[in-house]
């Protein structure tokens, strides 16, 4: 019978960049998070171009180093080669599991996981008006949200984490020139995290943002960030380790 007190260790990171020549680059940051960690939770980005190539280097280094669940979303960058069900496939056999509006139960705690968009935030958030281009935008942000809302949704689990690549709040991207923000999130994802009481919230995308935000309902939102956490913390392993209960 699943203990309702215990506590669940998720180590998170986003924005690996794994390229042809990483090779070597991510065993110890896995051995790392195996050790101190009971899930591990890949925040999108992580190949360079989105190539096969890059994604059996990764594949390689979790088989050699990786020894807890793993669950995972596409970034931007994943999407560049137009190979996503390839290295869904990769990645799969390595067992990290991509979740693309899908939902997963690890250690008692739900993981509902979707890359998002972007669209920016609060009052300043595009609108669908106007020529045909910049309403297919804002229904991509849109379908994003609801994917993440449906996903939430099928969770039975009394603690739900939600895994994103874009942030759904402007907090943790501050650090950005401002003129990017509406390209490094959008506040539509931030509706159904408040909607279902999300216990926190994994998102990388901006490498010179902020760690920690809150959602306008109270929510724990941590930008993982490879990059941002290495600037932050050069001292320790690059992924961020975070308590929820089961």
Known sequence: MRNPTRRVRVAALGDLHCTRTSEGAFRSVFAAASERADVLVLCGDLTDYGLPEEAHVLALEAKAALRIPAVAVFGNHDFESGKQDELRAI???????????????????????????????????????????????????????????????????AERVAILHYSPIAATVEGEPPVIFPFLGSSRLEEPINRYAVAAVFHGHAHKGSLEGRTSANVPVYNVCMALLSEHFPEAAPFRVIEVGA
């Not at 920016?120 to 993440?148: N, Q, S, T």
Request: charged content about 25%; some cysteine.
């Open 91 to 157: 990645f799969a056999d390595a067992g990290i599991c991509l979740l693309d509006g899908e939902a997963r139960e690890v250690c008692g705690v739900g993981f509902a996981g979707v890359k998002g968009f972007a669209g920016g935030f609060g009052d300043r958030m595009l609108g669908p008006w106007g020529e045909d281009a910049i309403k297919h935008f804002v229904r991509e942000a849109v379908e994003e949200a609801l994917k993440l809302e449906s996903a939430l949704g099928r969770l039975g689990t």
